[in-house]
């Protein structure tokens, strides 16, 4: 019952997020300098031409005018059309989202995954030259942002020892029998496994920028919580049954000392989704922070709002997701 | 020594193998999609939003027109070096008294879809282009000619408002011929989604943001293009373009930094560094301190144009006098404006300023948007100094600059690249320097009289004269800043050629097999 009040109370809360989220958007980028009308103006437009531009694209009203407009569209589920496409806003929107989303999932199990086995090794041999190389590592990782890993593993990965795919989500060449925009999901799901090599193939590298970073940030909290457990009673008990190192702090140590490390993991996924505007540029990944840069250049207002919008749906429903998980393991708020 | 392996062992052995066989699995799926020889990849940098050439944002983006010329043809063709030649319009010109315009359709053209092209097509697409509701940001030009009336294969149209360059128009910006029964049939929707032209390819398959695919046009009336199949990745990255073409992934790509270009072309690849259509220009604004005819002059006098093409650009570059390059059809040699800081400094001296005495003032400039921008101001504010001219950087998005501009309220003076495909001083001189348009900053009275009525001159010789004689006195006043022809880097592999055209737009139908 108290869960239930909980996410109705975040729910309420989220919607007035979003509110906000949008009309902060809605005002500033018809405040800051760079119009779309501007941006369009063929050599020797006339006032009148710039005129006749406005009153096209629904310009010439006030900001109060056009906001009230454009919510009403939405409430009704029309975010507008793009200038720069002129597509519908929310297809082109959800038509990328499922591409940065499997990127981003597979950068979140990468760095997962690769933190989880540094913090693990650092534990395993703490006090050790092997926990220093894992800080070491660490720092790194932690110091080299995401876009300077992108042109790393370009270097290496796309040119000295090409391997992987520079750019693009998928061979041009292939052809696609997917019904979503979940390519990797739906290769699984058919066992259309040459497929799903071609598109981890693409994947690889810039699922790597984005989790190195995280990588080191997950390594470095959950070794240090490791640590601290590991020394506790019931590690202590665990070693006197005979239980070997590795296994007390696999089984008896890491459910214990996670927790803080899945909040930590929660916020840091909504900084990774971020992360995907740069990253998706440096790879000509075509998700959705790709389609924000280009709506950016080209001032393309409607589709700014609703890449935005979008995004702050996803960083509010993630940590939703985060806080109703940490209260479901954490047996002290779920009896609370 | 027992040298058995362990349990241990085992799975770290079985370990590294599985390893090293998903990374040689990943490594099989790019040999296994590596282009084939009838294929050609091009690194583009620029992405493609929409199909139709003639409506919104992407139809004014210069970049984007070897996009849409590899699938649509323009009215009239415009070869490499920029001159005109019968296209889908074999023949055009005026009546006597200039009161109509005719154009002549060329026969035996099909559309992608195999249904023949015909003079209808080229009326409706006129007469669409003119009408405001479609979107056309160019329908000031186009609804300058109406009443279309096909004969055959001939089109007849009456002047409404006399436009001297309205055939140049058919070569430039939303000059192309749309099918007529076939985008009434599908609308604009089913347009975007599967688009048709006369042009040398057809569009096979479009992904948003990531690639277009090619197909060879058999029935091309130009001759079938050399390679079957063309696919076009957007790479708006520069150091991934770069990638793409050094690994192999890409045969071509564009628009790279110069040290790359002189590195790629040094290491094995091919190239070409051909100068463009486009120039870097110095606005000033008809405002203090530029009102003072002593400090616009020094402006230009003191900056050392070939230096910033030799030090900067890498020596890809030609330093200019005028809005005008020597493709364009009112350039004149003779209009030079020296570089001469000695000049400079006795100009301002005359003003009242000096190298102690500074006089101030705001420059605008891009940062990252072309080649070296904002690198180019810091050099020209380095020599300004030294003669007597203390200017502050601020850097704005393009973004900014387009709205600032049209509303008149740039700096004094502002960092700007002009590009004029048609090579016409009215797209050049013209549209920068006429008080009234949205584009020009410079307002003073004298400019606009001399420059109004050549906007109608029916006679050609006297209208490029007339603009001759504008762009001589813009010079001996000073009233703008012309700085540089650009050259466009060209990489590619070797066993292609690459035929580059002045206008920047990279043509696939030009790369042929060496």
């Known amino acids: ?336 | 020594m027992n040298r058995t392996p362990n349990r241990r062992t085992l799975l770290k052995l079985a370990g590294a193998a599985g390893a090293g066989a998903a990374l040689a699995s990943l490594a099989g799926a790019r040999a296994a999609f590596a282009q084939d020889k009838n294929e050609l990849v091009i690194a583009y940098n620029v992405n493609l939003p929409s199909w139709d050439p003639t409506v919104g944002p992407s139809a004014v983006n210069p970049t984007i027109q070897g996009f849409y010329q590899s699938v649509f043809d323009m009215f009239i063709h415009q070869n490499p070096d920029l001159s005109f030649a019968p296209g889908l319009v074999t023949e055009w010109g005026w009546n006597d008294d200039r009161s109509k315009i005719f154009l002549v359709v060329r026969d035996g053209v099909t559309w992608h879809d195999g249904s023949p092209f015909t003079a209808e097509d080229v009326a409706w697409s006129l007469e669409r282009a003119g009408k405001a509701e479609t979107g056309n940001p160019i329908q000031f030009v186009w609804s300058k000619v109406g009443n279309f009336k096909v004969d055959g294969n001939r089109v007849e149209a009456d002047v409404l408002a006399f436009e001297p360059t309205i055939f140049k128009w058919m070569s430039f910006l939303t000059g192309y011929v749309l099918p007529k029964a076939y985008y009434e049939k599908v609308g604009a929707e089913g347009f975007e989604a599967k688009p048709i032209g006369t042009g040398p390819y057809m569009v096979e398959k479009y992904e948003r943001n990531a690639f277009v695919q090619l197909k060879a046009n058999p029935n091309y009336w130009g001759g079938k293009p050399d390679f079957e199949t063309v696919t076009i990745k957007f790479v708006t990255d520069a150091a991934s373009r770069v990638a793409e073409v050094e690994s192999g992934n890409a045969d071509v790509t564009l628009e790279i930094p110069y040290e790359e270009y002189d590195r790629l072309v040094g290491g094995g690849l091919k190239g070409n560094c051909e100068t463009i259509s486009d120039i870097a220009m110095i606005f000033l604004n008809d405002i203090d301190p530029m009102l003072d005819k002593n400090v616009r002059l020094a402006a230009h006098h003191s900056i050392d144009k070939q230096l910033l093409v030799d030090r900067l650009l890498r020596g890809y570059g030609v330093p200019i006098s005028t809005l005008e390059t020597p493709e364009y059809t009112a350039y004149d040699p003779g209009i030079k404006v020296a570089y001469d800081a000695e000049l400079a400094a006795k100009l301002l001296a005359d003003s009242g300023f000096s190298a102690d005495k500074p006089v101030k003032f705001k420059i605008q400039t891009t940062r990252g948007f072309k080649p070296k921008d904002y690198e180019m101001i810091q050099a020209i504010v380095g020599m300004w100094r030294k003669v007597g001219i203390e200017a502050e950087i601020e850097v704005y998005e393009i973004a900014q600059h387009y709205e600032l501009r049209a509303a008149d309220k740039l700096a004094p003076a502002a960092f700007y690249n002009w590009g004029n495909s048609v090579g016409d001083p009215t797209t050049s001189t013209g549209f920068a320097m006429f008080g009234p348009s949205p584009h020009s900053v410079w307002d003073g009275q004298d400019l606009i009289d001399k420059i109004g009525p050549l906007w109608g001159e029916p006679d050609e010789t006297k209208r490029i004269d007339g603009w001759k004689a504008v762009d001589k006195y813009i010079a001996d006043e000073g009233l703008v800043i012309p700085l540089l022809q650009y050259a466009q880097p060209i990489v590619h592999r070797d066993g292609i050629t690459v035929t580059p055209h002045k206008s920047g737009a990279l043509l696939p139908h030009l790369i042929k097999r060496a």
Do not use: C
Not at chain 1, 130 to 156: H, K, M, Q, R, Y
Not at chain 1, 270 to 296: K, P, Q, W
């Open chain 1, 1 to 336: 019952m108290l869960v239930l009040r909980s996410l109705i109370a975040r729910l309420v809360t989220t919607a007035v997020t979003l509110f906000g989220v949008a009309v902060i958007v809605f005002v500033v980028i018809r405040v800051v300098p760079g119009n779309p009308i501007a941006m369009m103006l063929p050599p020797g437009a006339t006032e009148a031409d710039i005129e006749r531009l406005k009153t096209l694209y629904g310009l010439d009203k006030s900001i109060a005018e056009q906001f009230a407009i454009w919510l009403a569209a939405v409430l009704h589920g029309d975010f507008g059309t793009s200038i720069s496409t002129r597509q519908p806003v929310l297809s082109l929107v959800l038509n990328r989202l499922p591409a940065t989303l499997e990127l981003s999932i597979l950068a979140l199990l990468i760095a997962v995954a690769l933190g989880l086995a540094l913090a693990v090794l650092g534990t395993r041999f703490r006090d050790r030259k092997t926990e220093a190389g894992v800080d070491i590592v660490n720092g790194i990782g932690l110091s080299v942002p995401d876009f300077l890993w992108g042109l790393l593993l370009i270097l290496l990965f796309g040119v000295l020892w090409p391997v992987f795919s520079i750019s693009g989500r998928v061979s041009p060449r292939l052809e696609l029998p997917f019904v979503s925009q979940f390519y990797l999901f739906e290769s699984l799901l058919r066992l259309r496994f040459d497929l799903t090599r071609d598109l981890l193939g693409h994947m690889i590298m810039p699922a790597l920028a984005l989790a190195l970073p995280l990588a080191a940030i997950i390594a470095q909290v959950l070794k240090q919580s490791l640590k601290e457990t590991v020394n506790l009673d019931y590690a202590v008990l665990a070693r006197t049954k005979g239980y070997k190192e590795t296994r007390v702090i696999l089984a008896e140590a890491l459910p214990n000392a996670v927790l803080p490390t899945l909040t930590l993991v929660g916020v840091q996924f909504t900084f990774l989704i971020g992360g995907t505007v740069i990253i998706e540029r440096l790879f000509s990944y075509e998700g959705l922070g790709n389609m924000a840069i280009d709506a950016v250049i080209n001032r393309d207002l409607p589709l700014i709002q609703g890449i935005v919008i979008l995004f702050a749906v996803i960083f509010t429903v993630v940590n939703l997701a985060v806080d109703m998980s940490y209260a479901l393991l954490n047996p002290k708020l779920r009896h609370a």
